[in-house]
C-alpha cells in the first residue's frame, strides 16, 4: 500500500491561483494513474482531474481550462495548478492513486486504491 501527502492548499481570494502537490511513496506509481478529488462542506466527493501516463489527462467540466495535473519525470510527485479560482472551488482536496497495472485515467473514486489525508483550499469573493 503506499502513502500519498499532498500540500499546497491555502485561503486566497477570486481570480488568484495555486499549486497543489502529492508525494507519493512505498510502492512504485509512474507506470499508474493518479488523480485529484475534492470534497466541499456538506457535498460529495468530487472527482477534478487524473492523469494516466500513456494516455494523457481527463479533467471535470467545472475545472476544464482553469486547472492542469501533471507529474515530475519519476512519476512520483503529481501536481494540480489551479488557476482563476472561484469560491465554488473551496473544497478539501485529495491525492489518489489506482491499483498496480492500472494506466488509464479514471473520474471514479472506487477506481483508486491509495488516499492522501487531504488539503484544504478557500476561495473568498
Known amino acids: 500500500q503506499g502513502q500519498l501527502v499532498e500540500s499546497g492548499g491555502g485561503s486566497v481570494q477570486a481570480g488568484a491561483s495555486l499549486r497543489l502537490t502529492c508525494v507519493a511513496s512505498?510502492?512504485?506509481?509512474?507506470?499508474?494513474?493518479m488523480g485529484w478529488f475534492r470534497q466541499a462542506p456538506g457535498k460529495e466527493l468530487d472527482f477534478v482531474a487524473s492523469?494516466?501516463?500513456?494516455?494523457?489527462?481527463l479533467y471535470a467540466d467545472t475545472v476544464k481550462d482553469r486547472f492542469t495535473i501533471s507529474r515530475d519525470d519519476a512519476g512520483n510527485t503529481l501536481y494540480l495548478q489551479m488557476n482563476s479560482l472561484k469560491p465554488d472551488d473551496t473544497a478539501v482536496y485529495y491525492c489518489?492513486?489506482?491499483?498496480?497495472?492500472?494506466?488509464?485515467?479514471?473520474?471514479?473514486?472506487?477506481?483508486?486504491?491509495?488516499w492522501g489525508q487531504g488539503t484544504q483550499v478557500t476561495v473568498s469573493a
Open positions: 489518489a492513486a489506482r491499483g498496480p497495472v492500472s494506466f488509464y485515467a479514471s473520474d471514479w473514486r472506487d477506481d483508486y486504491a491509495d
Open positions: 512505498g510502492r512504485t506509481f509512474s507506470r499508474i494513474a
Open positions: 492523469h494516466s501516463p500513456i494516455k494523457g489527462a
